[in-house]
């Protein structure tokens, strides 16, 4: 069974860089098909699909947040990133990592949380 773990700070300062790293147990980020996702979700809105990164290495991001995001691997450690580049404290918001299904991309995108997922971090930006 897998299981995911986001760990990274939970304070960070407007325009500064936010860092998480998802940390996965009970399976490879390599395994065919697999699509390694972040996503968040404001306080007092919905869940907000942020990107991915796939099987095979490949990043595909929300196009409002595409020019700030970066998604990376580490497949040593079964690790991958999210890196949010010039923070707001519209960035506030509490972060998911999580496994999902080709299938259940589309719901993940529209704003499901389907498939395996970590138990969140909440991330304040602030000054």
């Known amino acids: 069974q897998v299981q995911l773990q986001e760990s990274g700070p939970g304070l960070v300062k407007p325009s500064q860089t936010l860092s998480l790293t998802c940390t996965v147990s009970?399976?490879?980020?390599?395994?065919?098909?697999?699509?390694w996702t972040w996503i968040r979700q404001p306080p007092g809105k919905g869940l907000e699909w942020i990107g991915y990164i796939n099987y095979n290495g490949i990043t595909y991001y929300r196009a409002s947040l595409k020019s700030r995001t970066s998604i990376s691997r580490d497949t040593s450690k079964n690790q991958f990133t999210l890196q949010l580049s010039s923070v707001t404290p519209e960035d506030t918001a509490v972060y998911y990592c999580?496994?999902?299904?080709?299938?259940?991309?589309?719901?993940?995108?529209?704003?499901?949380?389907?498939?395996?997922w970590g138990q969140g971090t909440q991330v304040t930006v602030s000054s």
């Open positions: 999580g496994r999902v299904t080709f299938d259940d991309l589309p719901n993940v995108r529209a704003g499901a949380r389907v498939g395996s």
């Open positions: 009970g399976g490879s980020i390599t395994t065919n098909y697999y699509y």
